[in-house]
């Protein structure tokens, strides 16, 4: 079973579903009653522990073991996206920054994911996996030190 990542329109956060289709996924999301918890599970793969957002300990197990697998490349291009779109997004980000500072002693709401910000190049960077209905670079883990290490080189 493919494994869905939804995010809380209401707060943001990202929760990680074990089921057998999109629709499922999401009825699944919206019937839970508990909030969701992090689990930290050792990948069987590597000695790497991985963060999982899931509903309860069972679908964070099984998400684990189920993570699609990386290669170098993979890491080295997801390493790359990351850290173009930091590079592009950093006088917007600067500037984001300052302004949410100066407008927090105002009372302002704080401006999250500017256009033009890092986040902004990101999710440009990242619409073709998005397009195709793929897990995003970006957000699959490295595994082992090599890996790891392919990440860090290509941001």
Request: hydrophobic share 35%; proline share 7%; glycine share 10%.
């Given at each position: 079973?493919?494994?869905?990542?939804?995010?809380?329109?209401?707060?943001?956060?990202?929760?990680?579903?074990?089921?057998?289709?999109?629709?499922?996924?999401?009825?699944?999301?919206?019937?839970?009653?508990?909030?969701?918890?992090?689990?930290?599970?050792?990948?069987?793969?590597?000695?790497?522990?991985?963060d999982i957002t899931a509903f309860d300990a069972k679908d964070a197990i099984k998400i684990s073991?189920?993570?699609?697998?990386?290669?170098?490349?993979?890491?080295?291009?997801?390493?790359?996206?990351?850290?173009?779109?930091?590079?592009?997004?950093?006088?917007?980000?600067?500037?984001?920054g300052g302004i949410n500072k100066v407008g927090g002693y105002f009372g302002m709401d704080p401006?999250?994911?500017?256009?033009?910000?890092?986040?902004?190049?990101?999710?440009?960077?990242?619409?073709?996996?998005?397009?195709?209905?793929?897990?995003?670079?970006?957000?699959?883990?490295?595994?082992?030190?090599?890996?790891?290490?392919?990440?860090?080189?290509?941001?």
């Amino acid at each position: 079973m493919p494994i869905y990542k939804i995010t809380n329109p209401d707060n943001g956060e990202a929760v990680q579903v074990w089921s057998d289709s999109q629709e499922n996924a999401i009825k699944k999301f919206q019937s839970e009653t508990r909030a969701p918890k992090t689990f930290r599970i050792k990948d069987p793969r590597s000695d790497v522990p991985q963060d999982i957002t899931a509903f309860d300990a069972k679908d964070a197990i099984k998400i684990s073991q189920n993570m699609p697998e990386t290669g170098l490349a993979t890491q080295f291009v997801a390493g790359a996206n990351v850290g173009a779109s930091n590079v592009m997004g950093l006088p917007v980000d600067l500037v984001t920054g300052g302004i949410n500072k100066v407008g927090g002693y105002f009372g302002m709401d704080p401006i999250e994911n500017p256009v033009g910000g890092s986040e902004f190049f990101k999710n440009i960077m990242e619409a073709p996996q998005d397009l195709r209905g793929r897990q995003r670079l970006s957000d699959i883990a490295p595994t082992t030190k090599s890996e790891r290490f392919a990440r860090k080189v290509g941001e």
